[in-house]
DNA sequence: AACCAGGTTATAA
DNA sequence: TTATAACCTGGT
């Protein structure tokens, strides 16, 4: 099926796809990005301010993809408060369009726990990996895409089977964690009504999962808009716009960051983590 | 060849 | 509470 969306704007489908946020998106040479999210592969491409979805569903629900694009809400609102923070406003002016978007709690966890101390690049690659053994086939237009596996599967690989999708040391975690969320023993799609402290308390009960992966857990599949992920690219832009670049731990930049923006926290992590990486030149 | 990269964990002061 | 080392992998 096809699907238009128009004014959508702002939004770059670019920065939001391939922002670090999701690790399933891939760009195509005709400027196309194809997805897999759930059992669905999406190809979507924008066009100024109208951005087109061509999936392999054959109902007509638009909600789903507004859900997951984050397209009810007002991101030239929030745009506007971040540009009231005068430090913030090359980083909103470069990133304008960046949107989080609503995903999946079960591959979140996942794909962060792998995210820990590893390279996008990596990460995408033990992802694509882990999907195309253990998940299953979707056929779309003569091609063969795969789904992320279940908790149920992971829960039952040995750490050396796991071990082949180049997942490393993490493959215990990720085994762990299945086997947690598989026996009930935590209930990660239940967490979603409880506070954020109480969430990352929870969160962080599963091995591999830290405050940093906790956080990103919150901010990219239950809409927890006060978490805060701090990596390093965080860090580094954190201490150098407000600290004249001296070197701060991470609980105090947390606290700080908790402080100065509140519950629009989660936006301005997305704004300064691409802005950064993307222009640490120009920062320093 | 050594070192680093989108952290977490275990251990010690 | 804060500091340090080890950890898979792939790239320079």
Redesign the pocket.
């Known amino acids: 099926m096809n699907i238009i969306f128009t004014d959508i704007l702002p939004f770059n489908l670019e920065i939001i796809a ?4 999701a ?1 399933r998106w891939n760009r195509q040479e005709d400027g196309r990005y194809i997805g897999v999210i759930e059992n669905n592969v999406l190809k979507v491409i924008q066009n100024d301010d109208e951005l087109r979805i061509d999936s392999n569903a054959d109902n007509k629900q638009t909600e789903p993809l507004k859900k997951y694009f984050d397209l009810y809400r007002d991101y030239n609102q929030i745009e506007r408060e971040l540009l009231r923070y005068e430090e913030l406003i090359p980083a909103v002016r470069y990133c304008s369009g960046y949107r989080i978007l609503f995903q999946d709690t079960w591959e979140t966890t996942i794909s ?2 792998i ?9 995408k ?2 992802i694509e990996n882990i999907c195309r053994i253990y998940g299953n086939p979707i056929e779309h237009k003569g091609e063969t895409y795969f789904s992320f596996p279940s908790p149920n599967v992971l829960a039952g690989l040995s750490e050396d089977e796991l ?2 999708t ?8 990720i085994i762990e964690t299945a086997k947690m969320v598989a026996s009930g023993k935590i209930d990660i799609y239940g967490l979603k009504k409880l506070s954020t402290a109480d969430i990352r308390k929870e969160l ?13 857990i919150m901010l990219y599949s239950m809409r927890k808009f006060d978490a805060f ?7 580094r832009v954190l201490e150098q716009i407000y600290f004249n670049g001296r070197k701060m ?4 930049l947390q606290n700080f960051a908790e402080k100065r923006f509140g519950d629009r926290a989660g936006f301005v ?2 704004y300064l ?2 802005y950064s ?1 993307s222009c640490w030149s120009d920062i320093k």
């Open positions: 391939d922002g670090g946020q690790f962060f726990i995210s820990a101390n590893n390279h996008i690049r990596n990460i690659k033990t071990r082949l180049k997942c490393g040391y993490r493959a215990k975690y962080m009960m599963l091995p591999g999962v830290g405050r940093k992966v906790a956080d990103c992920p701090i990596d390093v690219w965080i860090k731990s991470l609980a105090k992590q997305q983590f691409y990486r």
